[in-house]
């Protein structure tokens, strides 16, 4: 939710405090204030000038000679190339020595041999997003309303000069999203009244119940409709105090009707819809479930097909328009339009929900009326719009209001104890406290029977028990002052159990080898749920999620990890290494509930070592990434029983991906990314890990033994042994500690070559050993004799033999 500040002031006193300081007390009474957006910041030097004159340069098909007045002693020549300036326009001048955004100088010029002394600017120039600029100004320069002053502040008139709170608001907080809710909210912290808009005009003397009347078919669906009629309306540009409003919350303008309706919408909370009567094609509207396949064109110029799920507004056979979601093109209000039938109702948030997601449009009404809007707003939205239809559009509002009404909701009474809020919230507060934080907040309080009787309007949807109202006192009265305590508890030392020890284990490794961890969202789309999961999983689908993208408990922590890698890598980090435990959501049979299992994973880009002056740089790899794991094993002191099998996966590269085994049971995988998916993420060669850490955990490790520092030397031996491509390193590394037994304590592969001098399907492998006896110096005859063994396993086993 954007909330202008300026805007807000018009209903709440703010007695001249900083935008910085009520985003700080509005966050600290629960509700987070995520940012604060000055609109005009660096931008000076913009004036309202008049263009005098205008005529085509003489050098130039695309150029205009403008003489403007700027408010000085003389006019200005000023060079344009918009297509509509013209004689006659009041227009945002940049003028010498003015700064626009990206601190964009504005000097004297000559443009094709003609001096230019300033810049007439359009909206995008002062900094408004394209998408936001009203359409008849998006390819030039943007003309005030004849009224505005020559020479006085642009950004002004502009409401440029305003800063925008952006409220982070949580899903139950649905009466923040309209700027009255949000006054009642200041209100409350600041101790201050609301001032509600007044709504009065004077009703022509025909009667809405003779243009049309309202039927509704599904009560649950839609408990309330309401109809009003407006005549004779003029269609054109809203006053431009509303344009900028709208476009300083992210609505673009588009003319008085339809903008005075969003203007509702962003004051009250309500949404409407203006239908263009005589384009509607009857004299009732009947609300209705859709029939299966019906179709509709939405305002989008979209055809929709529709199913029985959706609820439609109709004129009795034709739908006009997907209740709650979006209107109709063939109804919607045009430049010829003359009367309107407003349209103000209660749909429920669960079909709306449905019809929103099944067609794929979200618009600022439906997510509204999914998370839930205040009933007693609807008439008073319903008429606040019509006097402003009548004032800004010319029209004449028919008495009355035609409407269907089975809506019963009624405020919550709650009764609260003084002595469990103590006891919640570990201070004592009294009741008069309390019952001053409720009329703060707007609701009635009464006293009786030592308990307080509160009332909560409609507005307040989320309070509903007790609880809630504990709520209320704790973050109206301040979390700061409320006191840190300590559970006074006897006998328990505290610790960490054998699974936190272990976990700590995990994260301070992968920290130490240089990874950052991450946490991401449990919750991702249906596409990405399943991706890179380590074992098969039915999907745990919620029932009503925040929104598409977070509807699905996930099944590995690797998509949502590798977007946290993509987005650093967007914002010029050229590489990046993350890792993140988490849990994640399984169950074998669908109508079961989810098992939660804690896995960690890892991604790894770009460069591993960077070339400092005095070495070189190294790109991650694929051994990069398995000498992590095999770190994070040997940590765990899970050692004994490990293999890395090669094996293929979907979104891994299939030739550099393993499957990690312990005793032949799977914990993990290991590999690069399939080049599809590096091509879709936008990302560079990447590599990734996950294991099941709840399966590790769970395995016998025995007890860590020390060694004394051997005395005597060991003896190592290289050899190289040609085989077929087909057999891994890992399997004739198998062999070799076999065949070695006590004496051989290390091997390692340090080369492999397939190149012009080895035989057609074969591969040399070179490994080193060491040979160790900590009880004596060893002799050439043991270690030949050992050695000759592996020799002799490995040639039995593969036909492995020394290379020539």
Known sequence: MFVSYKWLEEYVNLDGMTPEILAEKITR??????????????????????????????NADKLNKCLVDIGAEEPVQIICGAPNVDKGQKVAVATVGAVLPGNFKIK??????????????????????????????AEGIFVFPGDAETGTDALKRLALDDAVLELGLTPNRADAMNMLGVAYEVAAILGRDVKIPETSYQPGTEKAEEYIAVQIEDREANPMYAAKIVKDVNIGPSPLWMQTKLINAGIRPHNNVVDITNFVLLEYGQPLHAFDYDRFGSKEVVVRKAKENETIVTLDEQERTLSADHLVITNGSIPQAVAGVMGGADSEVREDTKTILLEAAYFSGNTVRKASKDLGLRSESSIRFEKGIDPERVRLAAERAADLISRYAGGTVLEGTVEENHLDIKPKVISLSADKVTKVLGVSISKEEMADIFKRLGFSVEEAGGKLIVTVPTRRGDITIEEDLIEEVARLYGYDNIPSTLPEVTGFTGGLTPYQEKRRKVRRFLEGAGLSQAITYSLTNDKKATAFALEKSFKTILS?????????????????????????????????????????????????????????AGAVTGLWHKNLWQGEKKPVDFFVAKGIVEGLLEKLGVQEGIEFVQSERKELHPGRTANILHNGSLIGFIGQLHPSVEKELDLKEAYVFELDLH??????????????????????????????????????????????????????????????HMEEGKKSVAFSLQ???????????????VHDKVLKALEETYQAVLRG
């Open 29 to 58: 009474s629960g509700i987070e204030v995520e940012g604060v957006e000055y609109k005009g910041e660096g931008i000076k030097g913009v004036v309202i000038g008049h263009v005098l004159e205008r005529e085509q340069h003489p």
């Open 108 to 137: 004297r010029a000559k443009l094709r041999g003609e001096e230019s002394n300033g810049m007439i600017c359009s909206l995008q120039e002062l900094g408004i997003q394209g998408k936001l600029v009203p359409k008849e100004y």
């Open 544 to 600: 009503l999620p925040m929104s598409e993208e977070r509807s699905v408990l996930r099944h590995s922590l690797l998509p949502n990890l590798l977007d946290s890698v993509a987005y650093n890598l967007a914002r010029q980090t050229d590489s990046a290494a993350f890792y993140e435990i988490g849990s994640v959501f399984l169950k074998v049979e669908e109508q079961t509930k989810p098992v939660e299992k804690e896995h960690v």
């Open 695 to 756: 399966a590790l955990f769970a395995l016998d490790v025995p007890a860590i033994a020390y060694k004394a520092i051997p005395k005597y030397p060991s003896v190592t031996r290289d050899i190289a042994l040609v085989v077929n491509k087909d057999i891994a390193s890992g399997q004739l590394e198998d062999v070799i500690k076999k065949a070695g037994g006590k004496l051989l304590k290390e091997v390692h592969v340090f080369d492999v070559y397939e190149g012009e």
């Open 771 to 785: 040979y160790l006896n900590p009880e004596q110096t060893l002799t050439e005859e043991e270690v030949t004799k």
